[in-house]
C-alpha cells in the first residue's frame, strides 16, 4: 500500500538525511520511519542517550509521512507536536517511531505516534500532534 | 572590605563555564547551536546550515530541527540558572566543572507551536525557567528570526532535576 508521494516526501529533506532517517512503510494514514544511534545525536555523554530533540525530529517526520499518505493529501506542515518522553532510549539501538493520521478535517490532520528501540513492547516516547492539511482538489 | 574581582576573572568564570556546558551536548554541536552571555541572560543561536531544511521547495527549517534547537536552549538555560548560583558563590569552581562531568536535566515532555515558517536564516532562543524545584522543572521557550517580537515557534517542556551531590 506504499504511495510514491511520501516516499519522495522524505528523500526530499534534507534534515532527515542529515540524521539518516530510513523510511521502511507508508500508506493509508500510516507511517514507520527509523534511525541509527549515533555519538552526534547525543545529549548527555554521561549516558550515551539520543538527544530528546532527535527523537522529536523523527516523530514529526513520521507524522507528517502519515499525514501525506493520506488519500488527497498534498501538503502538511505541524501546527504542534507534544512529546513524553517515557524513558531513555539504549545506547547504540536503532529508533522506530510509528505514525497514525487517525482524523482529518478539511485542514487539520491529527496525529499519534510512538518511538521504541530494540525493546519494542516498551515505548522510549510517544507523540500527538496536529499539522495542517491541504487537499489536491482544492487547488 | 576586599577589591572588586577584576572583571576579566569574572567574564572567563563564567564564558569557561557556558563553554563546558554546551561542549558536554554533542547534539547541539551537531546542529551548531551556540549560545551568547549577557551577565546571566542566555540566547541561543541556530546558524543557517543547509542541512537544516525540512521543505526544500519553501525552503523552510525542519520541525525536528525547531523543536530540538527549543529543547536544547531549554536545557542549557535550566542548567545554567543552576551553576550561576553556585559558581557565583564559589561552591563550584571551574577546575570541579572540568573534572565531573555535568549532570543535565532530563526531559519528561516537551510541546511545541509551530507558529510560522522557519525561514532559511539564523535563528534565536531565549528560555525563561516558570518553576525550579527541587525534583521538577517547567521552562518555556521562544524563537524568532529576524524580529523579536514576530516569534516562529515557542514551547514550554517539564524537566527532571539531576540530584545534587553537594549544596
Known amino acids: 500500500m506504499s504511495d510514491p508521494t511520501p516516499r519522495s516526501f522524505i528523500n526530499a529533506l534534507p534534515f532527515a538525511n542529515a540524521l539518516g532517517m530510513v523510511l521502511e512503510h507508508v500508506g493509508d494514514g ?17 549516558t550515551g542517550v539520543i538527544h530528546g530533540g532527535a527523537v522529536s525530529a523523527l516523530m514529526d517526520t513520521c507524522g507528517g509521512a502519515a499525514v501525506m499518505s493520506c488519500p488527497g493529501a498534498l501538503t502538511t506542515a505541524t501546527i504542534d507536536l507534544r512529546i513524553d518522553y517515557m524513558r531513555a532510549a539504549t545506547p547504540g539501538q536503532r529508533i522506530t517511531a510509528e505514525a497514525h493520521c487517525y482524523h482529518i478535517t478539511r485542514n487539520v490532520a ?10 519494542a513492547e516498551n515505548p522510549v516516547a510517544t507523540a500527538t500532534g496536529a499539522f495542517t492539511f491541504t487537499r489536491k482538489e482544492d487547488r | 572590605m576586599p577589591p572588586p574581582e577584576p572583571v576579566q576573572q569574572v567574564k572567563h568564570r563564567r564564558d569557561t563555564a557556558l563553554r563546558t556546558l554546551v561542549d558536554a551536548i554533542p547534539y547541539a554541536g551537531f546542529l551548531g547551536i551556540g549560545f551568547q552571555r549577557h551577565g546571566d541572560e542566555l540566547t541561543g543561536v541556530l546558524p543557517y546550515d543547509d542541512k537544516l531544511i525540512g521543505n526544500p521547495v519553501l525552503p ?9 534547537f527549543l529543547e536544547v536552549t531549554a536545557i542549557v538555560e535550566l542548567t545554567w540558572a543552576m551553576l550561576w548560583e553556585e559558581l557565583e558563590s564559589g561552591r563550584l569552581t571551574l577546575g570541579s566543572m572540568a573534572e565531573n562531568p555535568l549532570r543535565l536535566p532530563r526531559t519528561i515532555d516537551f510541546t511545541v507551536d ?18 525550579s524545584g527541587r525534583r521538577y522543572a517547567s521552562v518555556h521557550v521562544e524563537a524568532w528570526q529576524d524580529n523579536r517580537a514576530r516569534l516562529f515557534a515557542q514551547a514550554t517542556g517539564h524537566f527532571l532535576m539531576p540530584q545534587r551531590d553537594h549544596g
Open chain 1, 30 to 46: 500510516r507511517a514507520r520511519i527509523s534511525m541509527d544511534w549515533d555519538p552526534r545525536f547525543v545529549g548527555d555523554p554521561t
Open chain 1, 110 to 119: 491529527f496525529v499519534r505516534a510512538t518511538a521504541h528501540d530494540a525493546d
Open chain 2, 60 to 68: 523552510a527549517l525542519h520541525g525536528g530541527v525547531i523543536a530540538s
Open chain 2, 114 to 131: 509551530y507558529l510560522r515558517t522557519g525561514l532559511p536564516r539564523d535563528g534565536y532562543a531565549r528560555a525563561r525557567v516558570n518553576r
